[in-house]
Each structure stands twice: as C-alpha cells, then as structure tokens.
C-alpha cells in the first residue's frame, strides 16, 4: 500500500483467475430439484380479461381516481379508442357477459374474431338487440 501525500491511499495487487475451457454448467441445488412442480394456474381466455379490465377502468374513472378515459389512456399507454373499447365491454347485456365470463380459453383462443364481434354489440344500446344478433351467431 502507497500513501499519497494529500492522505489518500493506493492499493495494488494481483489477482489469476483459471482458464477454462467454455461454460462451467452449474447443478441446481438438491433441495430446488426435489421440491414438486406447482400445477399451472387456470389459462383465462383473453376477452374475460379484457372486460374485467374494463371494469375496472370504469370504477377508477367513478371513483375519481382518475379523471376520464383521456387520462387512463396516458396512464396505461392505450390508445383513447382501445381504452373506450375496453369500457364499452362493460355495456353488453347480462347474459352475454355471463357467456363471457364462464368461456373456456381454448375456445376463446380459436375465434381470433370473437372480441371484433362483442365490440359490434356494444353499439347497439338495446340489451333485446343484443340478444337477438348474439343468438343469431351459431357458435360463439
């Protein structure tokens, strides 16, 4: 060790480290490989997703918690049309969103046009309407 005249200190020294030849692979520790995998969680189809984020939307706006949709699409990075699209869920008729809610994901995963389809019946204001398009799709 060096001292310095205005009373700071320097350190030197060597350090070697091995060569190696590669990536060393490292083992898992025993207890890690022995614990059971945990079963993965329920997939929930993305549409039920979408409404409950809806929701959600909704409450924070009604609660006051943010101003108005403006200020949920600044906050989220959603485009204003994608953020009232998503509120919009929240105005389909009961039944459909029951339908939504207990839809399975492998279901929901294979009609890519499902949401396309829900945000047509939100333009529609009568619930009665609603139903009688809704019905008239073969399978949902």
């Known amino acids: 060790m060096k001292v310095t005249g205005d009373g700071t200190a320097r350190v030197e020294f060597e350090v070697r480290f091995p060569r190696t030849k590669g990536w060393r692979q490292v083992e898992a520790r025993p207890e890690a490989r022995e614990t059971p995998l945990k079963p993965a969680p329920p997939q929930v189809p993305k549409v039920t997703r979408l409404l ?5 939307f909704e409450r924070l706006v009604s609660q006051g918690v943010v101003k108005d ?17 998503l509120v919009n869920l929240t105005l389909l008729a009961p ?5 939504i809610l207990t839809r399975d994901a492998a279901a929901a995963d294979r009609d890519a046009t499902f949401e396309r389809r829900l945000r047509d019946l939100t333009a ?4 009665n ?3 009688t398009r ?5 399978a949902w």
């Open 52 to 56: 409950v984020l809806g929701y959600h």
């Open 69 to 85: 949709y403006a200020a949920l699409s600044r906050l989220t990075g959603l485009s204003r049309a994608r953020v009232t699209q």
């Open 95 to 99: 039944n459909i969103q029951a339908e």
């Open 124 to 127: 529609l204001p009568d619930w």
């Open 129 to 131: 309407e609603q139903r």
């Open 134 to 138: 809704q019905s008239g799709r073969a």
